[in-house]
C-alpha cells in the first residue's frame, strides 16, 4: 500500500461530511414537500365538505322560500348531524325583494345566501384549519 502525499490526507472526510450535509438538506426538503401535499389534501377534503354544507343550507332555504313564500328573519344557523358533515354548519340568510309587476302578472324574487364553514360563527376569525365556502341563489316565484 503506497502512502498518500502530505497534502492529500483528510480529503475523505470532507467528502464525507459533504455528502452527509447534502443527503440531510434532500432529506429536509422531502419532508418539507410531504407535509405541504399532507395539508393542502386536507384542506382540499375540508373544502369539500364546507361546499356541501353550504349548498345543503342553500337547498333549505330555497325549499322555505318556495314552500312558505316568505323568509326567514336574520340568519339561520343549520347543524349537521350526519358523519360526513359533523363539525360544519350553514348559515342562511334570505332577502325579499318583494313584488314586482313583470309582463302583466307579479314576481316575488329572493336572494338566498348560503355559507358553509367548519367554525362557530362562519364569521369568525380563521384559523389554520378554517375553510368557509359561500353559494348565492336567486329565486323568483
Keep these: 500500500m503506497t502512502a498518500l502525499p502530505r497534502n492529500a490526507r483528510g480529503f475523505a472526510?470532507?467528502?464525507?461530511?459533504?455528502?452527509?450535509?447534502?443527503?440531510a438538506a434532500i432529506g429536509a426538503y422531502l419532508v418539507t414537500v410531504s407535509n405541504v401535499?399532507?395539508?393542502?389534501?386536507?384542506k382540499d377534503e375540508l373544502g369539500a365538505r364546507a361546499y356541501q354544507a353550504a349548498r345543503a343550507g342553500l337547498e333549505w332555504g330555497a325549499y322555505r322560500v318556495l314552500r312558505d313564500l316568505n323568509c326567514a328573519p336574520g340568519p339561520v344557523v343549520i347543524a349537521f348531524g350526519t358523519p360526513q358533515l359533523a363539525g360544519f354548519q350553514a348559515e342562511v340568510t334570505c332577502e325579499d325583494f318583494g313584488p314586482e309587476t313583470e309582463g302583466g302578472g307579479t314576481v316575488n324574487t329572493f336572494r338566498i345566501v348560503s355559507t358553509g364553514c367548519n367554525l362557530t360563527p362562519c364569521s369568525g376569525a380563521p384559523g389554520p384549519i378554517y375553510v368557509n365556502r359561500q353559494l348565492q341563489l336567486t329565486v323568483t316565484r
Design 13 to 23: 472526510l470532507v467528502l464525507a461530511v459533504f455528502l452527509i450535509v447534502s443527503l
Design 37 to 42: 401535499q399532507v395539508e393542502s389534501s386536507t
